[in-house]
């Protein structure tokens, strides 16, 4: 933030908010905490959600969930597409956002925005082949028709990683929407920008209000009415240090919550965000539901066809 | 107490007609029962020769447990002590898991097709000796012989046979290219499909080159131990499978020991979280397959004699003491005074009385403390106002044993359709739309099963794709199948058991 001088203009600074049911509300606390650079010069306020911030942002993803769950594939992936299409529409201003709270160079900042753009992509193309390759007919013994699909879990709280700070929240958050959950995500806490800016993505990419909803704040303090939440079915600890996962994984048992657990940050198994993603998190957060009906008989002369 | 008075044992008609079958229903209801007399049919208990007492099975010996406790099982239907069997500690807890942990490396290092063929053995002496298993399970658990003889078993065989030809065949099963075992799993299992919940545990976890310490529930111990006999004539690795019988502290020891890698857990939804909350923060996967409360909805169009046979398949079979019973009816107003009229008919043909008569439909409750859970439940249900009908049937004079019983005129809002009774007990509610019936339906913190009834396949295909439960039969109820997933949403659990769906339990993926 550069002085003004003579001869030049004075910028004009973005208010960051929360995306909650695709409104953009400051925190009900009227809260901000101060965001800064990877050398700790002042970048932005961002809200500080509270308790209520969160509930209201559940509220909004059960509303959404009917209908984002009822969508078909095929729309939902058009629309993760149109995701993608938008964050490389405004690549310029994540790669500045990503570079400021990361300290990265341009062409590293570059690369990582690149990647989230793909992964938007690679996501968009599962929504429509989940069912085909995770459900199935099963070959009972018995005259029955007997069909295995996947479906979608319900409202999934997401604590996203601290960084990357664009990929890792992008890698988290589109797995738990291409099956048709919706989610309450929080973003790392001192690198919130580029989730609030994403919002802004979202809410221009014919994603229905409510399916994504963004809380920015203190990880801890959010997540705990999350994890406790008795309308929240599932928790991705992603962003939490094992202390905090722990205490989440405890009190996500109240309702059984299914729970995947962080990935070590370094050593093995540690969580690497530009290799091919698998399907693990798509997986994590389904149901398989089994329908079976009998097949009946044509009697005798069915035998024969 | 209406229905636990106690009258001669099983003097009255004993007849039966298999559910299922719509042979000599009588053409009214109320009143003596018209049945057919039949002379008692009792299977022979002389196939199996249960010991005085029996040891915890460690590292394949027969131990007795650190402490020297022990514990009788009694049959349900006669309070008859069976057997005097080992209470496993802590102390025995750590030996068996130390036991398994040391036969992991040598068992989930074989070739997946040698490990395929131990599998197909055990499932091959199951089936030899598939008479004994279910005489001794009917003994023991006191359900009727006709289901451990028709369903418990054949499942259990075709359950190991199902996963044996997993073993070698998991690289092909969507987990990636060499998926891996966990290590050590500890399994817990119910007391209501004793040997069947074995063999959902212990086949994948075997195939998927697990070795495995199991504790069956302390009122049915026995058929688990004589699984253990099965795994020494097939010549299965010493410490590859352990069994502790036990009561709850074994259970939640088990649980929590820090070598083990997977646990998993069949039973109620309290349990089930208080299992969550201690493997919260460890490494331990975790699978939790626990209570249900299905709704069986039947719409207008539905036959009503097969919706009627499917009803009381749903809430009767096992005396309803099924995790995925439907237990609560959904019936379209416009014919529920016809279906009801039926259902009572129909319940009143139920043969209740002594397990291992073949003619026997209703065995007894497995324990006291079930049958005065139901009990007290269903006093619940009448003090808040629902309305009670009762099977007119004499119950023996010793043993556990609860009448089939209706509840009419209930809410949403009353316990008897919310709270798992897990005993013969159905709860009567009606509804006006598919609408409404998706919403009471799903209007519970369980998720496990529901039940279709109607012929109009598109109303089937949408109410299915709505209701929020892992198994929606449809037009028939209550069937399993080992290649075909089980498990719940919400507070029925998570994870699946049961075709390629149950290997993700036992793999790292």
Redesign the interface.
Known sequence: MSEPSAGTRLGVLKTYKLYVGGRFPRSESGRVYEVTDSKGAWLANAPRASRKDARDAVVAARKAFGGWSGATAYNRGQILYRIAEMLEGRREQFVREVADAEGLTRPKAAAQVDAAVDRWVWYAGWTDKVAQ??GGG?????P?F?L?TPEP?GVVAVLAPGTPALLGLVSVLAPVIATGNTAVLVAGERAPLPALTLGEVLATSDLPGGVVNVLSGRTAEIAAPLAAHQDV?ALDLTGAD?DL???L??A?????K??LRPQPVDGPGAADWTADP?T?RL?AFL????????TGALGVSGSSY | MTTNQTKGKKKQEPAAERPGTAAARPGRSGGPSPLFAYAPAPESRTVVDIAPSYGLFVDGEFTEAADGRVFKTVSPATEEVLSEVARAGAADVDRAVGAARRAFPAWSALPGAERAKYLFRIARIIQERSRELAVLETLDNGKPIRETRDADLPLVA?HFFYYAGWADKLRHA?F?PEPRPLGVAGQVIPWNFPLLMLAWKVAPALATGNTVVLKPAETTPLSALFFADVCRQAGLPRGVVNILPGYGDTGAALVAHPDVDKVAFTGS?AV???I??TV??TRKKLT?E?GGKGANIVFDDAPVDQAVEGIVGGIFFNQGQVCCAGSRLLVQESIADELLASLKRRLTTLRLGDPLDKNTDIGAINSAEQLARITALAETGEAEGAERWTAPCDLPSSGYWFAPTLFTNVTQAHTVARDEIFGPVLSVLTFRTPDEAVAKANNS?YGLSAGVWTEKGSR?LAV?NK?R????????FN?F?P?????G???S??G?EG?R?GL?AYLD?
């Open positions: 390759v995770f099963n070959p009972v013994a018995g029955y007997n295995s879990t079915n094992a996962a722990k205490e994984e405890t996500a048992a109240d309702n059984l299914r729970v698998g693990a997986t149901e398989t539901k089994t329908v079976w009906h009998p | 075709a969507g990636g939804t089930g979280k208080e969550a909350r919260a923060g939790l626990l913190q089937i299915a209701l439960a892992g198994v929606v039969w449809s037009n028939t069937k199948d290649t075909s997933p089980f498990g949403y919400k507070e659990g998570f699946r075709g769906h993700e993926v």
